[in-house]
């Protein structure tokens, strides 16, 4: 038996850097693959061209929504060091571009160097003392039945119409079919909670997200990831989110920043 | 009389795409051009190519140092709509990679939409009561001619060999000429300060960037820009740096994010 995220991040090299990615059904909200999922997918054929095992920092910008259905994705290493490579990856669909991106790869171990760390430790509850995130206002959404997300009891509120008034969500990122978390995956969990924009306005439907970077700053311990999401700074029509992975030893893995467009007829 | 700034980041478009963009003397850090100011140079060129006048979100990964002198920048427009551009751009000499980079344009208003900011607010001393920053360590740096940046006095220590021990460095942005801070000066702010690793490990010498994000939030009132800049996590031989940056009506009008090589030999 193998892994849902495994199947659906498979890539097949075509040559001269041109990878088969085919957008898998089910890992979309309201029928468009998530953005997660689509960096995981175009990283998958990035680090496979490059032969380094993990994403140090990848960044997308999102051009056209994909629901499931075939794509490819051409890579090209533009620098290939002795300790880290780049890569630049544009995937189409007949043609039209729906991801550009650019990361650096390497190997990544965290022991390594001086340490320092002064973010806030995340207190999350136990897992099974969270609420599984609630995938609700009508349409189905694939991307529930593949994830095991729980979230903060304090940060469900905007699934009942009842915003916290905190632009923070926080929860447990796993796999619903119990595969483990690696960096790859860490990827799929930078993008799977809920936008926290909607514990200020109540759920918006689809928030466009413009550009979305991860930095992979630690390979998971086994077991669910504890993650925090915040927005510090909505203006102008626009608003980021930053998020905060740790794994269960307490090791920070990954942090992200995205840049996203507010809907602004259903908040003002 | 024109500003040096508007000189070094004069671009001349060649058709097709590509463009002129020589590295000028004097935006350096001991010979090779500061990354804010490449940043800002490329982001030139794309931001012609697409017709836009403020760069929303810009990304960078930086391939190989760049001492003054020729280069041209590949740009392409992947993405043309109503409201935003999408843009990649190659800088190289000599067929070799300087830069990559990828970036949205588009047009800021930071009234517009909801507004809600939970970022400390920057308390700093008035700019003529911040020391000059400190370009020392023996070799020239060109930078320092051009700008006239200050440091909040607190967080000067790393000059004289006495590192706060704080991941910080807060100060005043602004050029030595007098031109006008605008939105793509900020993208040289965001890179025009001493790395905040130099409060806890002292003077490291060159701190080699992978990858640099700025999100432009707003267009700048006139006065220098105040700017905050921290790292929360350095572990496995690499740092973030993150950025925030205020005019002087106290509006925020730029968030960075950069990931970094640790000197490992000089910190062990």
Chains 1, 2 share one sequence.
Not at 201 to 225: D, K, N, S
Request: net charge negative; aromatic share 8%; glycine share 12%.
């Amino acid at each position: 038996m193998s892994f849902q995220f495994d199947t659906a991040t498979a890539t097949t090299p075509l040559g001269g850097g041109l990878y088969d990615t085919p957008v898998e059904d089910g890992w979309d909200i309201n029928g468009n693959a998530n953005g997660g999922y689509l960096l995981a997918l175009m990283t998958q054929a990035m680090r496979t061209e490059c032969e380094r095992p993990h994403p140090v920092s990848v960044s997308m910008h999102y051009l056209s929504p994909a629901p499931a259905g075939g794509a490819t994705t051409q890579v090209e290493v533009v620098k290939s060091g002795r300790r880290l490579a780049t890569v630049v990856g544009t995937m189409q669909r007949d043609g039209k571009d729906i991801v550009r991106s650019i990361g650096t790869f390497g190997d990544i171990d965290s022991s390594l160097g001086p340490q320092h760390n002064t973010l806030d430790v995340l207190d999350l509850p136990a897992y099974e003392d969270c609420p599984a995130r609630a995938f609700s206002g009508g349409a189905p959404i694939g991307l529930g039945s593949r994830l095991a997300v729980r979230l903060h009891p304090d940060d469900v509120g905007f699934a009942t119409n009842n915003p916290t008034g905190r632009a923070e969500v926080r929860g447990w990122f796993a796999f619903a079919d119990h595969r483990p978390v690696d960096t790859l995956a860490l990827l799929l969990a930078a993008d799977a909670f809920p936008p926290v924009m909607f514990n200020l306005y109540g759920m918006l439907g689809w928030v466009p997200t413009i550009e979305f970077t991860v930095h992979v700053r630690g390979v998971p311990a086994p077991g669910p990831i504890a993650c925090r999401f915040r927005s510090n700074a909505v203006q102008g029509g626009f608003w980021e989110e930053d998020g905060e992975m740790w794994d269960s030893q307490g090791q920070l893995v990954a942090m992200s920043r995205q840049l996203a467009l507010v809907p602004l007829a259903q908040t003002q």
